[in-house]
C-alpha cells in the first residue's frame, strides 16, 4: 500500500488510490488549456524546423516523407513520455555543415554524424554523467546560453522578414519587396497580428481569483480582462500558419499537379567507415556540444521554469534524443535532437501539454503518408516572411528566460557568456568562458584564512616533530 504524501492534505483512501494509479500516459495529454491554444502551440516550433528541413531535402537529397514519418512518431513518444510539449528539431549544427561547406555531405554521412552524436548523449544518459553535469553547471552559465540562442533566432527572424532567402545555400538574397504575397508587409501584419492575440505572452497571469477582486469594484477593468481572454484565446499561430499553406498554392497554383500520393519507400542506408569518419570529425564533434547544452540543459532548465508541476530529467531527455537517431537515423530520417527554442515557441503559442506536439506529431504523419516526398513542392513555396515572424516569437520567449538574474555578478557572467556564444558562432565557446568567468569570480571570493590556519598548524605539527627528534 503506497504511503501518503506528507505534503498534500489528508485525503480519503478511496481518492488516494484513484492518484496513484493514474494512467501517465492520460495525464499527458490532459488538456491544461482549450485545445485550439494546444493547437496553436503545436506549431510554434515550425519557424526553424521547416526551413532546415526544406534546405536538406533540396541540397542532401533527404526524404522528406521518410523524415514526417519518423518525426511524427518522435512527436506523439515525446508528447506522451513527457507530459510536456517537449518539441523535436533537426541538429542544426549538422544541418549547416551538411549544406554549407564543401565537399557537401551525403545522406549517409549526415546519418553517421546523427548517429555519433546520438551515441555520445545515450552514454551520458544512461551513465548519469548529464544528470550530474545539469545539477553542478552554474544557472547564470545555463541563462546565457539560452539568451544568445534566442537572441540568434530573433536575428534570424529578423532576415526572414527583411531579406529574400536562399536555404540551399544557406545565404541572404536581396531586400525583399514590400507588397506581394511575401513580402514584408505581409510578415508585419503577421507580426502585428500575433502580438495583439498574445500579447507578451504572459497570458498566465489573468487567473481567476485574482479577477474575482477587482472586477467587483472597476467595472472598466473587467471588460478590459474579458476582451484580453478573447484575445489570448484566438489560436493566433495556427491562424498564421493556416494563411501560409494557403498562400502556397496562390503564389503557385501549378504545385497541386506535382503532388504525388502514397508515402515515400523507406530504405536503411549503407554507412561505409569513411562515412563515420568524416560524418564524425566534420558534423559530430561541433554538434555534441551543442545538443548537450541545447537540446539537453537548456530544455531542462526551460522545462523546469515553465512546468515547475511537471518533472523533465537530464538523464531521460539525453536517452531521448539517443533513441530517437539510433531508430530513424538508419533510415535516412534527418537527425533531431530536443530545443530550447522549440520549447519556447511552442510555449509561447499555448502549447501546456504533451497534447501539444502530439497533435503536431498526427499532422506530420497524415502528410508523411498520403504525399511523401512530393510535400517538399508545397514547403518550397511557404512564404518566408511568415516563418521569421513565428521565429521571432520564439526567440524572444527563449531570450526571456534569463530575466530570472538577480544580482550583477550573476548578470555579468551570463552576458558574458551570451556575447562569446553569439559572436563566436559557438554555444560551447560561450559555455567555456562562461564557466572559467563564475570560477574566477568565486575565486576572487574565497576565504584564504582556512588555508592560513591549515598552514600554520602544519608548521606547529613540524616543530614538535623536530623536537622530538633532535
Known amino acids: 500500500m503506497a504511503e501518503q504524501d506528507p505534503r498534500t492534505p489528508l485525503l480519503g483512501r478511496a481518492c488516494w488510490r484513484r492518484r496513484v494509479s493514474t494512467n501517465p500516459f492520460t495525464t499527458s495529454l490532459r488538456l491544461k488549456t482549450t485545445i485550439w491554444s ?63 561547406e564543401s565537399p557537401l555531405l551525403t545522406l549517409p554521412q549526415i546519418a553517421a554524424a546523427g548517429l555519433s552524436t546520438a551515441a555520445v548523449l545515450l552514454l551520458l544518459g544512461c551513465t548519469g554523467l548529464m544528470s550530474f553535469l545539469y545539477r553542478f553547471l552554474p544557472l547564470p552559465v545555463v541563462r546565457g546560453v539560452q539568451l544568445s540562442q534566442g537572441l540568434s533566432f530573433s536575428f534570424t527572424a529578423i532576415k526572414y522578414v527583411r531579406y529574400n532567402q536562399d536555404f540551399a545555400s544557406g545565404k541572404s538574397g536581396p531586400s525583399r519587396p514590400f507588397l506581394g504575397l511575401d513580402g514584408v508587409v505581409l510578415a508585419l501584419a503577421c507580426i502585428v497580428f500575433l502580438i495583439l492575440s498574445t500579447g507578451s505572452g504572459d497570458v498566465d497571469s489573468f487567473n481567476d481569483d485574482q479577477s474575482q477582486q477587482i472586477v467587483q469594484f472597476d467595472r472598466s477593468r473587467r471588460r478590459i480582462r474579458r476582451r484580453l481572454k478573447i484575445l489570448s484565446s484566438i489560436p493566433s499561430s495556427l491562424i498564421v500558419f493556416l494563411l501560409g499553406l494557403v498562400l502556397c498554392f496562390v503564389r503557385d497554383p501549378s504545385i497541386v499537379y506535382s503532388l504525388k500520393l502514397g508515402p515515400s519507400k523507406i530504405n536503411v542506408l549503407k554507412i561505409t567507415w569513411e562515412d563515420w569518419k568524416i560524418g564524425f570529425v566534420r558534423a559530430a564533434i561541433p554538434q555534441i556540444p551543442l545538443s548537450v547544452l541545447n537540446s539537453v540543459i537548456a530544455v531542462c532548465k526551460l522545462s523546469d521554469d515553465l512546468f515547475p508541476d511537471k518533472e523533465v530529467s537530464a538523464t531521460a531527455v539525453s536517452i531521448s534524443v539517443g533513441v530517437m537517431n539510433f531508430v530513424g537515423c538508419w533510415f535516412g530520417a534527418m537527425p533531431v535532437c530536443h530545443g530550447a527554442g522549440g520549447l519556447a515557441g511552442q510555449y509561447r503559442f499555448g502549447g501546456r501539454s504533451g497534447a501539444s506536439v502530439v497533435f503536431l506529431g498526427v499532422a506530420k504523419l497524415v502528410l508523411g503518408l498520403v504525399f511523401g516526398n512530393s510535400f517538399v513542392r508545397i514547403l518550397s513555396q511557404f512564404p518566408v516572411g511568415i516563418l521569421g515572424a513565428l521565429l521571432l516569437f520564439a526567440g524572444i520567449e527563449l531570450a526571456m528566460a534569463s530575466r530570472d538574474m538577480n544580482s550583477k555578478e550573476e548578470s555579468f557572467v551570463m552576458l558574458v557568456c551570451a556575447a562569446v556564444s553569439l559572436t563566436g558562432s559557438s554555444a560551447a565557446l560561450g559555455f567555456g568562458c562562461g564557466i572559467v568567468l563564475f570560477l574566477l569570480l568565486k575565486l576572487r571570493e574565497l576565504d584564504c584564512s582556512s588555508f592560513q590556519f591549515w598552514k600554520l598548524k602544519s608548521k606547529s605539527s613540524a616543530d614538535d616533530e623536530a623536537s622530538l627528534n633532535p
Open 38 to 100: 494546444e493547437l496553436g502551440g503545436s506549431v510554434g516550433d515550425l519557424g526553424t524546423y521547416i526551413p532546415i528541413v526544406l534546405a536538406l531535402t533540396l541540397v542532401s537529397h533527404l526524404d522528406l516523407g521518410t523524415t514526417l514519418i519518423f518525426t511524427a512518431l518522435y512527436n506523439a513518444a515525446t508528447g506522451l513520455l513527457f507530459g510536456v510539449p517537449m518539441p523535436v528539431q533537426p541538429m542544426k549544427s549538422i544541418a549547416a555543415v551538411a549544406i554549407s
